[in-house]
């Protein structure tokens, strides 16, 4: 189908609209990021001093980069822990039929729904009493409760795509079960495994309820919660330089991935496997 | 290479939905046996059955001998080539038909040398290093084809193979596994629910419907002697005509006219026990049975009568003409499921007008919408009981 000329110039409108509309906050805070502190206020969309002080100033402080080894540290073993086990599910359910399989993701699909603000409460009060308040485990268990069944729909969406005849082949050709899944089944999912990854580590890393709330000390304190408690120059000074600052350093790490991942990411390597 | 033999084999699923009932069949080593029938008939859960896919819920399954039936696939050696091919989309062409070999741990230097001579068989040599997402539909099923073969299994499991391809390549690839199988001498199964491929292919052919083996045998045996109205309807193309018949004095009343019943024939009937007069048949005809009387000298046995031609198919080498006669009402509620599940549609019912198809000689003079007379010959008719709907008679003429 050919587009008429209107329809190609409303369209780029449109996507242009949309791309700049996006952009203006990142571009804001980069710029906010590299404005000294004297003329961080003078409205400016671009800085008139530039300076790296802002970014030199976080790193030296431990409060910041404690909370970065935190993160990538709870976001990571929360990812590992949470794409493992909802392999193994979402195998099960795109496989097997057994009683209950609804349940389970109708179970799983409400708790993804669940306003994670509502358990934080409680939360608190059951983590410090068994002393799990400020640690690492305090954090990456709630994570988990969120990613696991995000994690499980989008794995067992993927895994249905996957032929089972390729499965049934594996088999006849003389694959246990185990080989027939690390052979054929295993290759074939990587790319939902790794959107699956990406996808879980995203929502570890930028939560800030959680990381909030059940966190103190640097001892488990994520980056988003840190910056939340970044001291001003002053009393009477925000640390708006630092904080954006900080936010630029954040983002950078999850730009990498998607970059790194987008070629895996991108479906259709089950292309061929049967007459589509 | 093994025989494949299955005794009372039966699958049952949970809500007691029986898809294969007391199977019986044995598969000599090196045969080449199709399982034909139309879709839902079990038969390709039977094929799953012997490799393993499904579970046996009753019976016993043996394959060069052994009880099978516990037996994962893979300690059954046996190959499989499926409907969509299932080749390894992350694997190359090599890697896809070594794959078996590998898993055996065959060393690489032997899985080189057995999967260059398939490709050299199947012309794939110069497609080894490619990925199945590259492939034409050919293509791919002749590494699938490959893919079998380079294991030199005890079996070969073929479950419509050739049902995705268009069907020109059709042709041809049915041709190319007629040749295989009798340059490998492996026994294979083939399931498939196109009876033109179960009769050019197949060595011996098993009809299955709802689950129930109705016949088996060579596809001349089945063509000339099918034991009921089903194969009688399912095997042959265009497929046999159907009318309601009354037996008289040495002949069976059809709406054509009379006619004569062979010796054999009656010896069947009257062997058959009951009475034969005034008895109520259905008589099946084959299309090819029919000649154009003009063409038609001195003829041994036959009757000729006269019809108006409704239309007529040039087929370059011969003519289809269709034509109707007014039939009679015969009662069978057997009959209309069985014509239903055939897909031959074309049973009698009260005051209904039936159609009928001939084949005639390119040489024929009949003309579309003019009366013309036609000639059947008689000794090939075939005679169904319309309660049971099995065949009357025990012996024909085998082509």
């Known amino acids: 189908m050919k587009r008429s000329p209107r329809e190609i110039t409303g369209w ?30 003078d409205g400016s969309f671009l800085p008139t001093k530039w300076t790296w002080t802002n970014y030199s100033g976080i790193f030296k402080q431990s409060l910041f980069t404690d909370a970065l080894r935190n993160s990538i540290g709870i976001a990571l073993i929360a990812t590992l822990i949470s794409v493992v086990l909802a392999c193994f599910a979402a195998y099960a359910i795109a496989r097997l039929d057994f009683p209950g399989k609804r ?7 409400a708790i993804a729904m669940f306003p994670p603000i509502s358990i934080v409460g409680p939360l608190y009060n059951m983590w410090r009493n068994i002393g799990l308040y400020d640690t690492w485990p305090g954090l990456i268990i709630p994570y988990m409760t969120f990613a696991l069944p995000l994690a499980i729909f989008t794995l067992s ?60 000390t640097s001892k488990a304190e994520t980056v988003p919660a840190a910056i939340a408690s970044f001291p001003g120059a002053s009393q009477f000074t925000a640390p708006i330089g630092s904080i954006a600052a900080a936010a630029v350093v954040v983002t950078i790490p999850i730009i990498i991935i998607v970059l790194l991942f987008q070629r895996r990411i991108v479906a259709g390597l089950t292309a061929g496997a049967v007459k589509g | 290479m093994a025989d494949i033999t299955l ?72 190959a499989m080539v499926f409907q969509n091919y299932a080749l390894y989309p992350h694997m190359t062409v090599r890697e896809n038909m070594g794959f078996a070999l590998k898993l055996a741990k065959t060393p690489q230097a032997e899985i080189d040398r057995k999967v260059n001579e398939v490709a050299q068989v199947l012309d794939l040599e110069q497609h080894l290093e490619r990925k199945p997402a590259n492939l034409s539909g050919g293509q791919r099923q002749r590494v699938a084809m490959g893919r079998a073969i380079v294991r030199d299994p005890k079996a070969f499991l073929m479950d419509e193979p050739l049902s995705n391809l ?93 006619v004569r019943l062979s010796d054999e024939a009656r010896q069947d009937l009257e062997g058959g026990g009951g009475p034969a007069k005034g008895r109520q048949v259905i008589a099946g005809m084959r299309p090819e049975h029919f000649e154009d009387s ?37 009662a069978s509620q057997e009959l209309d499921e069985l014509a239903q599940d055939s897909g031959v549609g074309e049973i009698p019912h009260a005051g209904s007008r039936t159609q009928v198809v001939a084949r005639l000689d390119a040489a024929s003079t009949v003309k579309q919408g003019e009366p013309g007379e036609l000639w059947y010959d008689s000794s090939r008719l075939q005679l169904f009981d319309p309660e049971s709907g099995r065949s009357l008679l025990t012996h024909s003429k085998v082509d």
């Open chain 1, 12 to 41: 780029s409108a449109a996507i242009a609209i949309v791309v700049i509309a996006s952009l203006i906050p990142i571009v804001w805070i980069i710029s906010l990021s590299f404005k000294d502190p004297s003329t961080i206020a």
């Open chain 1, 103 to 109: 349940l389970i993701l109708v179970f799983a699909l």
């Open chain 1, 157 to 216: 969406a993927f895994f249905r795509e996957i032929p089972w005849e390729l499965e049934q082949a594996a088999q006849v050709d003389g694959a246990t079960p185990f080989q027939a899944f690390f052979k054929v089944i295993a290759p074939l999912a990587a790319p939902g495994v790794f959107t699956t990854a990406i996808l879980v580590f995203l929502f570890c890393w930028n939560d800030f309820v959680f990381a909030v709330s059940l966190t103190s």
């Open chain 2, 7 to 78: 005794e009372h084999i039966t699958k049952r699923y949970g809500d007691g939905y029986e898809a294969v009932k007391d199977l019986n069949l044995e598969i000599a080593d090196g045969e080449f046996m199709i399982l034909v029938g139309p879709s839902g008939c079990g038969k390709s859960t039977a094929l799953r059955m012997v490799a393993g896919l499904e579970d046996i819920s009753d019976g016993q399954l043996k394959i060069g001998g052994e009880l099978v039936n516990d037996r994962a696939p893979k300690d059954r050696d046996i």
């Open chain 2, 166 to 258: 268009d069907a020109k390549l059709r042709v041809q690839m049915r041709t190319e596994i007629s040749r295989l199988q009798q340059q490998l001498g492996t026994t294979m199964i083939y399931v498939t629910h196109d009876q033109t491929e179960a009769l050019t292919l197949g060595d011996r052919i098993a009809v299955m419907r709802s689950g129930v083996l109705q016949q088996v045998g060579s596809p001349g045996e089945l063509y000339a002697n099918p034991t009921n109205l089903f194969v009688a309807g399912f095997v042959g193309s265009p497929s046999m005509n159907f009318l309601p018949g009354e037996l008289a004095d040495g002949v069976v009343k059809l709406p054509i006219g009379d």
């Open chain 2, 294 to 330: 003009g063409l038609v000298h001195d003829p041994p046995s036959g009757v000729k009568f006269p019809v108006t031609i409704d239309v007529l198919e040039s087929m370059g080498s011969e003519y289809y003409a269709y034509f109707n006669v007014e039939s009679g009402r015969v």
